[in-house]
Antibody, heavy 115, light 106 residues
């Protein structure tokens, strides 16, 4: 059974970089799509981007200038970096497997942007 | 971006009821439409993919239908564990989600 777990700081200051890691257990991250998705409080879900097989990436155009997703197959992990954060980036961040559909999700981690 | 609109945004029902949730896309997404169940503090769960294919392990009381711009998730007989939020998501282009439908106990 594939399981995903997000980790990272719960509080980030404005203008700084948000960094989260997703640890994948129960399966390899090779030859799969791995996505980040977020949900601001009281709002809908927003797809951030994906990484495929620790290599190719694709990002939501609305965030593309600030987002980097990277992967480490040796650690079965993939990571999200979001630069120049503002209060609008406060959200629950989820990692998930897939791109056409998201078959496995982590429980999510709340990241608050505040000074 | 393709906009996804769900209705209703909330729904009260009783155990044993048959309920349907609709999702409308701002343009055709063919059959690239998926449904998820989400309970507070838990990981979202894929229920239906490709508009009508039941994800492995999901009870058969869940079903999906539709193509193009109009889709429906139906739960044939509500069980206590089904009270949750439900989201549709299109993957015809950059993935976008509906705003969600909160299913509550009447």
């Amino acid at each position: 059974q594939v399981q995903l777990q997000e980790s990272g700081p719960g509080l980030v200051k404005p203008s700084e970089t948000l960094t989260l890691t997703c640890n994948v257990s129960g399966g390899s991250i090779s030859n799969q799509y791995w996505s980040w998705i977020r949900q601001p409080p009281g709002k809908g879900l927003e797809w951030i981007g994906y990484i495929y097989d620790s290599g190719s990436t694709n990002y939501n155009p609305s965030l593309k200038s600030r987002v980097t997703i990277s992967g480490d197959t040796s650690k079965s992990q993939f990571s999200l970096k979001l630069t120049s954060v503002t209060a609008a980036d406060t959200a629950v961040y989820y990692c998930a497997r897939g791109y056409i559909y998201f078959g496995y999700w982590g429980q999510g981690t709340l990241v608050t942007v505040s000074s | 971006d393709i906009q996804m609109t769900q209705s209703p945004s909330s729904l009260s029902a009783s155990v044993g009821d048959r309920v349907s949730i609709t999702c409308r896309a701002s343009q055709s997404v063919r059959s690239y439409l998926n449904w998820y169940q989400h309970k507070p503090g838990k990981a979202p769960k894929l229920l239906i993919y490709g508009a009508s294919s039941l994800q492995s392990g999901v009870p058969s009381r869940f079903s999906g239908s539709g193509s193009g711009t109009d889709f429906t998730l139906t739960i044939s007989s509500l069980q206590p564990e089904d009270f949750a939020a439900y989201y549709c998501q299109q993957s015809f282009s950059i993935p976008t989600f509906g705003q969600g439908t909160k299913l509550e106990i009447k």
